[in-house]
Structure formats: C-alpha cells, structure tokens
C-alpha cells in the first residue's frame, strides 16, 4: 500500500531551498508517502509544507545520513531523494558515500537531482494508482 511507503528527504545546504520547493510543487503526491529526513531539511519541508508529515532525524553531518542508511538497510525506506551540491566539499562525505552505497546495495530509487526526483514523483504517482 503506498501509504505505507517511506521516503527519504536529503538536501545539502545550497540545495535546501530547491528541496522546499520541490516538496512544495509536489506536495499532494509527498502526501502519499511516509516522509523522514535530515534535521535541517526536514525543517524547510514542514516550513514550506506545513501539511506535509516529516519525522525529521538528526543533521546530516550529526548522524541522520547513518540513521536514514540504517532505515534504508531495515527495508523501512524504498525511495531516497537527496540533493547533493557536488560544488562544495562536504566534511562527512565519508557518510553520504555510505548512504549512496547502502541505497544500491538495497536496489531503491535513489535521486540525486531535480531531474532524476521529478521522475521518481512520478513514479511515485503511479503507485498511487
């Protein structure tokens, strides 16, 4: 049942605003999913989608990469979305390799930008149906 299906939400700090907006153009589709993300970026979501549920986790470089890993190696995730500027460095990139690799391992839909994201909502549109 889609409903019961888990979506990470990640987005480094120069794509924060374009995770917001994303969840806000696509809010009636998120609404179908159980949404967890990183403490920072869970926070922007709700701010711009205050109807949207999001069980936000520590900040990415605090750990919430490694909790979303472990969700995602527990099954408890099916779908990653994860905004990755790859024009800055980032100091826990040891933990976002980890979660990129964790997300193949597990074979989810991963995202790793705006246009592979929209091609998972919809995918995540036809689940729906």
């Avoid at 153009?25 to 549920?53: E, H, K, S």
């Avoid at 527990?74 to 994860?82: H, R, Y």
């Avoid at 964790?102 to 989810?108: E, F, K």
Wanted: aromatic residues 4%; contains cysteine.
């Amino acid at each position: 049942m889609a409903s019961e299906r888990c979506v990470a939400l990640i987005a480094h700090d120069e794509k924060k605003d374009d995770m917001a907006e994303f969840a806000r153009r696509n809010r009636q589709t998120l609404a179908n999913w159980r949404i967890v993300a990183t403490g920072t970026t869970g926070g922007r979501v709700q701010d711009a989608c205050p109807d949207l549920q999001v069980t936000r986790l520590k900040s990415g470089p605090l750990g919430g990469d490694q909790q979303i890993g472990a969700m995602i190696a527990t099954g408890e995730v099916q779908m990653l979305i994860f905004f990755v500027d790859p024009l800055t460095a980032m100091p826990h990139d040891v933990d976002v390799k980890a979660l990129m690799r964790l997300a193949i391992v597990y074979d989810i839909p991963m995202a790793l930008n705006l246009a592979t994201a929209g091609q998972l909502i919809d995918f995540m549109r036809s689940e729906r149906a």
